[in-house]
C-alpha cells in the first residue's frame, strides 16, 4: 500500500478555509455596495480578496507537493464551510437537499483519498 504525502492534503485544507473566509467576507461587504468608491474602500471586500489570494498560495503549494488528481477534489470542501458558516453567520436555512450535496462531498472526497492509497 503506497503512503500518502499529508503535507499537500493539509495544504489545501487551509486553502479551502481560506477561499471560504474570503466568500464569507464578500458576503458581508455585498451590503454595504453602493457605488464605485464604496466597494474600493469597503474593508470585508479588501479582506475576501486578501484571504482568496492566501487560499491561493496555500493550493499552489500543494500542487508543488501533491498529485493534481488528488489534490484539486478537496477544494469542493469549501462548499462545506460556507454551509455551515451561513447557518452561524447569517441565518440562513441549509435545505435537505444541500446537507445531502455535503455528504456526497464528503464521500466523494474520502474515496479520492482513499484511491489513493492503492
Known sequence: MKKINLR?????????????LGQILWKLGAGHITDFYSIITNIPLIGGFISYAIGAVFLIIAFKYG????????????FIWVNIASIF????????????????????????GYGSRK
Open 8 to 20: 499537500p492534503i493539509i495544504l489545501v485544507i487551509c486553502c479551502t478555509i481560506f477561499t471560504s
Open 67 to 78: 498529485d493534481l488528481s488528488l489534490v484539486y477534489p478537496f477544494v469542493a470542501l469549501s
Open 89 to 112: 453567520l447569517f441565518n440562513e436555512a441549509v435545505i435537505i437537499m444541500n446537507w445531502m450535496g455535503v455528504i456526497g462531498i464528503l464521500i466523494g472526497v474520502s474515496l479520492i
